[in-house]
Each structure stands twice: as C-alpha cells, then as structure tokens.
C-alpha cells in the first residue's frame, strides 16, 4: 500500500466509524426516547389499546377518557395512538365549559362544567394533531396516528 | 410549571418522526455515496467557468422589459399591503389570517423553492425595491441628478442580511409567546414587525442605494437569491439566460458574510426541527432554571429559545470551522480566511435540503389554504368570499405519512450529493494538484455527513 492509499484507508475508516457511531448512537436515543414516551404515556395509551383488541368480548373496554380538571388535563398532556383505519374513540370529563377540537380532523362538540363528551371517529388521516380546549387554548392530548 | 411543546400556530398537524429502519437506510445511502463520491472525483473544475447562454430576445424583453417590470412591482407592493392589513385589522386566529401563511409559508417557504426553479423570482416581485426605485428614478428626474447616497461599507458584505435572517426567525418561532407557552406569531404582530421591516429597509435604501441594499443588507433578497444560485435561470445585463446548474454558486460567496448567511439558514432550521424534538429536554431543564431564578414566564421562554438559536448558530459554525481547518492542514492549501468563505457555497445545497426536509409537508397543506380560504376571506372574519372558497378545508388525506418520509430522507441524501459535488469542484479548482484536493475533501466529506446524519437525526426523533 502507498502513503496517499493508506491515508486513505484510515481516513474512510475513521469517517465511517464516526459517521456509523452517530447514527448508532441516534439509533440508540431514539429507542430510548420512544420507550420513554411509552412508559410516560399514561394508561389512556393501553387503553386505547385494549379498546381496539377487546374483540371477542360482549362489551369492549370502555375508551380512555380525558379528565380535564381546573382547565387542566389531569396527568398532562395524554397520548392517544392509533394505525389509520382503526376507530379513534376517546371521551372527555371536563369541570369547565369550553369546546373540544381535534386539530387536524377538525372535529369539535362542546362540554359543559361538569360534563362529559365523547368522541368517535376513523382514524384516516396520518401524523401528530392536537386536541385542545379550543376557549383557552390549551392542549389536552395528542393524537398520533401511524400508517 | 409544565412545559407544553412548541404549538406551531399555522400546523394543525405534524409529521411522524421517520421510522428506524428508514433513518438506517438513509445514512446508510448517504455514506455509500459518500465513498463512492472519493473514488470517482474528477480532475480539472467543471462549475468554475460560468458557462451563461442568453435565451431568445424576445423572451427576456417580455419578462423583463419595463411594463413587466412595473406590472411586478405593483403586484409586490399590492401583496405586502394585502398582508400587513389582514394582520392589522384581520381575526387574531393565525391559521385564518391571511398575514401569517402568505408572509412564512407561501413567500418565505415558496420564494426558496422557486428560485431554485426558475432563478431569482423575487428580485422582480421585491416590494422594497420597487419602492426604492420608484422613488430613486423620481427623485433622478426631479432634480436631475441621482440622490447622493453613503459609501456602503464594503467589509460589512452580507452581515446585515445574516442578522437579520436569524432576526426573522427568531420573531417566527420565539417571540409568539404567552403564559409561558409558545403560541406562534400573532398575526397583529406580523402586520406591525412587517412596517418596521418596510421603514427599515426603505431608510437603508435610500441611504446606500436601492441594489447595493438588495445586493448586501435586504434579508430576502440575499436569502432567495442564494438558493437562486443553484439554478439554472440567471439575468445578466438586462438579459435573461441559461447556464450550467450550479454554476452560479461558486461566485456567490465572494461577498463577505456570505458563509453566515447559509450558516444562519442551516442554524434556524435546524433550531425549528430540534425544538420539537431532540433539544425538548434541553429546553425544558433550561427553561426551568430561569423560572427557578424568578423570572417571567414569557422572558424565561424567550430567554431559552434564543439561547438555543444562539448554540445551533455556533454549533453549525463550528462543524464548518472544523472542515475548513481540515483542509488548511493539506500541502498547498489556500490561507484559512480563503477556504471559509471559498467552500461557503457547498453549504446552500444543505440549506435548501434542511428546507425541504422540515417544511415540505407544511408547505403543501397550508398552500391548499392559502389558495382557497385564505384567499377569499384574508381577514378571516367570515364577512367575504371573494372567490367563493371561504368555506374550503385543507385536505390533509394529500400526502401519506410514507410519501412525506420518502421526500424528506432524498432530500437530505439528494443535498449532500449536490455539497460534496460543489466541494470536490472547487478543491480542484484551489488545489493544482489532485491528490492534495481529494486528501482536502476528506474533510467536507465529514463536515457534510455530519450535516446529513444530524438531519436524518432530526427528522428520527422530531415530535417523539
């Protein structure tokens, strides 16, 4: 091996063990990322879950619901996740009166103090939306729907 | 206190992150090309000697002759007011006010896009030159004589633009805050920045000239025409032509400041894409340091963001730095201050990468907006419909998730072919001998993988 191919060498060995580290790395990050999410991501998830694979049964789990409490949504902001062509079924207990709105499907109904609302609808739209109290403007849950 | 996510105000629905196997798959590509790039590297600079060819005469005069040349300006001027009225007087909703979509998604996502296209489109629609030069040509007839105008520094170059490129961003994503949550821009907030953009740009204008303001200071200007360097259309002397494709790039840089302005556009983009994903941890645990030393939620936030554009900037800088430090270590290389504004140019192809890979799927749905509600109710009031689409919605069923993946991972990979063909290009060119310019490239290879596995990075973990 000459001096300019053994530079070489070591140079595209040394670029593709960083490069490959980086993208290993990333690789690593975003699995842990995505584990964290999914133990973050509070019951609703598995309900959502359970909601879809409840066939078989007389009466299907009940879907998650959103309890919104001094405006807030208890326990943050909720994941609800479904594959497109699944039925996204979610209700909301909210102690104040405002409107729901699920971005993206621009689906909305209102709920009163107190009151309860649910919603049902095909998940036929990918990507990440929000849902929000559409009066305060704050986000309650995201609605993620994968291909 | 709980950190809530950027809520971009227009975007009523964000991409999926891209999937492992598909990040695998274009880092992958990226590096294969990458080798293969090194092995086939040619001798003597293609791009170097601007091979322009003028188009038919008649075609130039039509698109550039004076009544096109007034008919785009007027159309300018009249879009720039449509915009800063619907933001002044229109409803306080972003994605029903015609100011927000139209000013940070048709124009400045568009204007990119299309001056790789068709070269550089805005220069005719300029609302601030058309200005400038009505009244420059006016005053020139009056009195006889041009107006008197100040030296411009010539040492200052494109800095004004560079500034003012993190400026507009900085007021796009960071300044809309409320409560502690990023809420998005109002669109009062952008009729007003938009008139203290316009008196600003028009003072510089008539302090140092209408083109040499375009030419070096105008944000707009300098950032389109950047992108327009990689196509293939160009006006010289009155005269519309063709040349090479990406010709043009390699003397687009010569002007100092140049490399901070596409370092600022690879910077803010990618501050948009991390934002929402990889540096949501950072920015929390900042954040919360600054409201743990009493601060106002709304400075705290603000406090953080920039903070956050402010280490992108540096960072972005420094990848670049290194590559060009790289290089000056080979036999024969050029001195450093050379080499940094030399290889700036390699980066526009990054930016416009970066671009499309972030905006893409926005673009695309608030255009179907933008064409149809937008513009026929601006104010977003309810009270017109001029064309009878203010009850039309954005069909968001447009693009799949995959189809979105697919653009997003080839315009990274596509970007980084096109850098490292510019890079090796202008190697040859510095370089008289060829094994010194392949052994200098080593390390643009490394300053651009590091771009592109950073950007397939973002696009992996963006929203996760």
């Given amino acids: ?147 | 206190m709980t950190w809530l996510p950027f809520a971009h105000a227009l975007a009523a629905r964000q991409d999926l992150p891209i999937p492992a196997w598909l990040f695998a798959w274009g880092a992958s590509i990226v590096l294969i090309v990458s080798f293969f790039a090194l092995s086939v590297g040619w001798r003597e600079p293609r791009f170097e000697k601007d091979r322009w060819r003028p188009l038919g005469a008649g075609l130039s005069r039509a698109l550039l002759g004076l009544p096109a040349q007034v008919l785009c300006g007027a159309i300018g001027v009249f879009l720039l007011g449509v915009a800063v009225y619907a933001g002044l007087r229109g409803t306080e909703a972003p994605d029903r006010n015609f100011a927000l979509t139209f000013l940070f998604v048709t124009c400045w996502l568009g204007f990119p896009l299309f001056s790789v296209l068709l070269g550089d489109v805005f220069r005719p629609f300029n609302p601030w030159r058309a200005i400038g030069r009505l009244v420059g040509g006016s005053l020139t007839r009056l009195a006889g004589q041009p107006p008197a105008r100040l030296a411009y520094p010539e040492r200052l170059g494109r800095w004004p633009a560079a500034i003012g490129l993190v400026a507009v961003v900085w007021l796009e994503i960071v300044y809309g805050v409320s409560g502690g949550v990023s809420v998005g821009l109002s669109p009062h907030a952008a009729g007003v920045a938009a008139l203290i953009y316009t008196a600003y740009t028009l003072t510089m204008m008539a302090l140092f000239g209408t083109e040499k303001w375009c030419r070096n200071g105008e944000v707009f200007s300098v950032y389109f025409g950047m992108f327009s360097q990689l196509g293939s259309f160009a006006v010289e002397d009155g005269r519309l032509g063709r040349r090479r494709p990406l010709a043009a790039a390699t003397s687009w840089a010569t002007v100092p400041g140049s490399a901070a302005v596409v370092i600022a556009s690879i910077a803010t983009t990618s501050f948009d894409g991390a934002s929402e994903g990889a540096f949501l941890s950072g920015l929390e645990w900042t954040f919360e340091r600054f409201i743990d030393a009493d601060l106002a939620l709304t400075v705290a936030l603000r406090l953080t963001d920039t903070i956050f554009i402010g280490l992108c900037v540096i960072g972005v800088a420094l990848i670049y730095l290194i590559g060009v430090w790289g290089m000056s270590t080979v036999d024969g290389a050029p001195p450093l201050r050379k080499l940094w504004s030399g290889f700036a140019h390699t980066l526009i192809p990054i930016a416009f990468a970066y671009l499309v890979a972030h905006y893409f799927s926005l673009f695309v749905f608030q255009e179907q907006a933008q064409f149809t509600y937008l513009l026929s109710d601006p104010l977003g009031t309810g009270s017109t419909d001029l064309f009878g689409t203010a009850s039309s919605g954005i069909n968001f069923q447009l693009l799949s998730a995959n189809a979105i993946w697919y653009v997003q991972v080839a315009a990274l990979v596509i970007g980084h072919v096109v850098a490292l063909t510019l890079a090796h290009d202008r190697a040859t060119a510095y370089w008289g001998n060829y094994r010194q310019a392949a052994r200098s490239q080593y390390w643009m290879l490394a300053v651009m993988v590091a771009f592109t596995c950073f950007g397939l990075y973002l696009l992996s973990v963006s929203n996760a």
């Fill in chain 1, 1 to 147: 091996m000459n001096r300019p191919t053994k530079i070489l060498t070591v140079l595209l060995a040394l670029v593709t063990s960083v490069a490959l580290a980086a993208c290993g790395s990333s690789d690593d990050e975003t699995a842990t990322t995505q584990t964290a999410t999914t133990e973050a991501a509070s019951t609703v998830e598995t309900n959502a879950k359970e909601a879809r694979s409840g066939d078989g049964k007389k009466k299907p789990p009940a879907p998650p619901t959103i309890v919104i409490r001094n405006g807030e949504p208890v326990g943050g902001v909720q994941e609800l996740e479904y594959s497109a062509g699944d039925e996204v079924a979610f209700s909301v207990r909210s102690d104040v009166a405002d409107e729901i709105h699920v971005h993206g499907y621009d689906v909305s109904k209102d709920v009163k103090a107190g009151g309860s609302v649910s919603f049902s609808f095909p998940a036929e739209i990918e990507g990440i939306f929000e849902i929000e109290l559409e009066e305060s403007g704050t986000q309650i849950a995201e609605l993620r729907v994968n291909p």
